[in-house]
């Protein structure tokens, strides 16, 4: 299910330029000039919350280690429960790529 109040032509084009990226020091190149400081560790921090929700962390564990205030952490929780599953896709991607190549 897409929401249909993000999906534009500007949207699909910032999408298939991150779906160039190769590696995660490309990623910090593009993300480090397309988005402030605050705007990329605040992005990062609710991906972690997501994880740890899913680990079946509690908020004052998820609030101790990432500095997310339980706004965020409830606003992560409902995304995973009421969204679009994007957050639940991307971790077990990774679980799988874990796996496969363990370091």
């Not at 995660?24 to 480090?32: S, V």
């Not at 397309?34 to 079946?56: D, G, I, P, W, Y």
């Not at 004052?60 to 994007?86: H, M, P």
Request: proline residues 1%; charged residues 35%; glycine residues 2%.
């Amino acid at each position: 299910m897409m929401n249909n109040k993000i999906k534009n032509d500007e949207v699909d084009s910032l999408f298939k330029a991150i779906l160039t990226l190769e590696n995660i020091e490309e990623c910090y190149t593009f993300f480090e000039d397309a988005c402030t400081v605050n705007e990329l560790l605040s992005l990062a921090q609710r991906f972690e919350v997501a994880r740890m929700l899913r680990q079946k962390k509690t908020y004052l564990e998820i609030a101790e280690k990432t500095g997310a205030s339980t706004a965020t952490i409830s606003r992560v929780n409902r995304s995973l429960n009421y969204g679009n599953d994007g957050y639940d896709m991307v971790i077990e991607r990774l679980r799988e790529q874990d796996r496969k190549d363990p370091e």
